[in-house]
């Protein structure tokens, strides 16, 4: 490979050669779909998406081997994941739509809303993880079937009536809760995002993915429901001494991670609700540990077992995996808070502007350590700053949407934006990012890329990821 | 006088509210009973293995044995000599190797350059190995194959037993390649 003298191994060399591949097909699909749709100029790809070939093509995505005109017209009339499929008439106003509550009572989204996670192409399908189509999204909350997934071996199916959270060690009562007893706590709610901290990993080194969905996909934000952990800790009684809390899924992993107890005291929710319903299947149900700002792996899904201690568990995901390999070889332990970063969504990487004009710039900017403060943008990659609109609320450790009106004059621009939290901490750039971390990743470290991402416009509109 | 009874009335009817509101909040609730003791015999199912071994069960095994179990139950994805095995469909990691890579360009993370804690290793085959079968290795087992793991490491002898005892003792290269996270980087504060 060309580029900088960082040298990936092999692994992550062909993780990178297959994501790159599999980004490539998927963008491919939407150009072709784009092909019969009156949006030519690639700006808003799925708007008005009704042919055929958009329905084959969505089809030739997600069912390995569908093509030729044996599956034609099985694919015509297949309906996006979380769709369903309806004949759409001349004229909605000259004949009945479809009978009241005749989903069954559950509703679903529109037929031609087409978005959906991609998965990255791991050897396996059961420790992979999916990314949220972040260019494709509106406001501040992930739409629940769309929120990222990390999991490392599958999604548990758990019956809610059978399972139970055990919290116990260094307390003074080991209990058991039902599902049915953490709902009578006293709830709170709160929205938060969740980010991974391998999000932009192949980031580091050269711009890899194209699309905002690639380089940022590992972050979603949710309205979460739950029981705080203090409530829980009062019930069983902390005993002297206990400063870590091991929590553990009851996935196939068996995953666990040690969690500092002035963390869980703080603000730790047990959370059973995500956007006004359960919590999803792929995001803990029945109950999951939700660790406000904290990187995503430590906020354990199917969270079946609290254990106190006073010293950290060293599990394999805190020792040889999420931990950060600096150049002079020492590794970074428990390097938990997600710092402060933001992004344009639009437009970003393989977007096309039509024309010279105004364009409403828009992203998300968030901290792991608190609110944010400013968010500026940049469209000479970052010689000048101007701040953004902050357009909606801010609130501790949750994304915020931002905009920033922009006349685009036709010429090449690199647009930039930059993130300042509350506690005064600004987004870097991935020089002064690299010149701290050190080059000897992305096999050594690899998380926490909190780095300014850049989108070159070219003259012809085309917008691509650069390192600028 | 209907006026002032209708005034004493509303007075009285708010002093009832007044009196009322208390016990409608009840007290400050700090203490709700919900949820059942947990039995050892309940507990008893569950392990976590920190760096001290407590916790680690009985049972013992060493490499000779462990041979055996990781040919039979490791090594279609982690390969017949713990070098990994990259295919579509498996992607189980490389074991061993790569000492004295960490600093390097290519730093190569294994068990034996990387891992700290060898109860670790004993924590996560009986936790989640095989990755199709998990928890489904007896402690003798997984004491034995952690111990083959370790030997073909060149971290302990071949003749060597693990065990509660002795696996702790395990001295790991990378044993002081940690250090806790010194974020935030001050030079990236306004």
Request: aromatic fraction near 10%.
């Amino acid at each position: 490979m060309t580029g900088p003298a960082v040298i990936y191994d092999d692994k992550a060399q062909r993780m990178a050669d297959a994501m790159v591949a599999a980004e490539a097909r998927a963008i491919a699909d939407r150009k072709a779909a784009l092909e019969d749709c009156e949006c030519k100029e690639g700006l808003f790809p799925t708007a008005g998406v009704t042919s055929r070939r958009r329905f084959l093509s969505f089809a030739g995505t997600s069912l390995a081997g569908v093509a030729g005109a044996a599956s034609f017209a099985q694919a015509q009339e297949k309906a996006p994941p979380g769709a369903q499929y309806f004949a759409v008439p001349a004229d909605p106003t000259k004949e009945q739509g479809r009978p009241v509550a005749g989903d069954g009572g559950y509703g679903s989204r529109s037929q031609f809303e087409t978005e959906v996670r991609q998965r990255f192409p791991t050897a396996t399908e059961y420790t992979s993880w999916s990314f949220t189509p972040l260019d494709k999204m509106v406001g501040n909350i992930t739409a629940s079937g769309l929120h990222f997934e990390r999991h490392h071996n599958g999604i548990p199916t758990i019956d809610p009536g059978r399972h139970m959270l055990f919290v116990h060690g260094m307390v003074d009562s080991p209990k058991k809760f039902t599902m049915a007893d953490l709902k009578r706590f006293p709830s709170v709610t709160r929205r938060h995002f969740i980010e991974c901290s391998g999000n932009g990993l192949t980031e580091w080194n050269k711009p890899t993915l194209k699309t905002v969905q690639g380089t940022h996909g590992l972050l979603s934000t949710s309205e979460w429901t739950g029981v705080p952990f203090a409530t829980i800790a009062r019930e069983v009684g902390l005993k002297e001494g206990s400063t870590w809390v091991l929590a553990e899924g009851a996935d196939a992993a068996v995953m666990t991670r040690s969690i500092p107890m002035e963390k869980m005291l703080k603000d730790a929710l047990l959370a059973y609700g995500q956007n006004g319903e359960a919590i999803r299947p792929e995001q803990g149900y029945p109950l999951r540990l939700l660790l406000p700002g904290y990187e995503g792996n430590t906020n354990i899904k199917w969270l079946r077992r609290l254990e106190v201690s006073d010293k950290p568990f060293m599990t394999r995901e805190e020792t040889s995996k999420y931990t950060d390999l600096m150049a002079n070889g020492k590794a970074r332990q428990f390097t938990l808070d997600m710092e402060s970063k933001s992004v344009i969504t639009f437009p970003s990487g393989e977007m096309k502007l039509p024309g010279p004009g105004f364009y409403n710039v828009t992203g998300l900017a968030w901290s792991g350590r608190g609110r944010v403060q400013a968010v500026d943008v940049s469209i000479d990659a970052g010689k000048t700053w101007y701040p953004a609109r902050i357009d909606s609320l801010p609130e501790p450790m949750c994304t915020i949407r931002f905009s920033y009106p922009w006349v685009w004059d036709g010429k090449p621009a690199v647009l930039q934006s930059r993130c300042t939290d509350e506690t005064g901490y600004i987004q870097p750039t991935l020089k002064q990012l690299v010149a701290i971390r050190g080059d000897n990743g992305p096999f050594g470290s690899i998380y926490h890329l909190n780095a300014i991402q850049s989108w070159a416009v070219a003259a012809d509109g085309s917008v691509t990821n650069v390192h600028a | 006088m209907f006026m002032r009874n209708i005034a004493v009335g509303l007075g009285v009817l708010c002093l009832a509210v007044v009196a009322l509101a208390p016990s409608v909040y009840a007290q400050a609730q700090t203490h709700f009973g919900f949820g059942a003791p947990a039995s050892p015999e309940e507990l008893a199912k569950f392990f976590a293995i920190p760096a001290d071994g407590k916790g680690l069960p009985p049972g013992g095994g060493n490499a000779r044995e462990g041979a055996k179990v990781y040919a039979d139950n490791c090594a279609a994805c982690h390969g017949q000599h713990l070098e990994g095995n990259p295919a579509k469909g498996i992607g189980g990691d490389k074991l061993i190797g790569g000492r004295g890579t960490l600093a390097s360009k290519a730093p190569v993370k294994t068990v034996e350059s990387y891992w700290p804690y060898a109860t670790t290793l004993f924590d996560y085959v009986k936790r989640a190995m095989p990755f199709s079968s998990p928890g489904s290795l007896t402690n003798d087992q997984v004491y034995s194959v952690v111990a083959y793991i370790l030997s073909e490491a060149k971290i302990i002898k071949a003749t060597d037993t693990m065990n509660a005892s002795t696996l702790p003792k395990v001295e790991m290269p990378n044993r002081n390649g940690f250090e806790p996270d010194p974020r935030p980087e001050i030079e990236l504060y306004r």
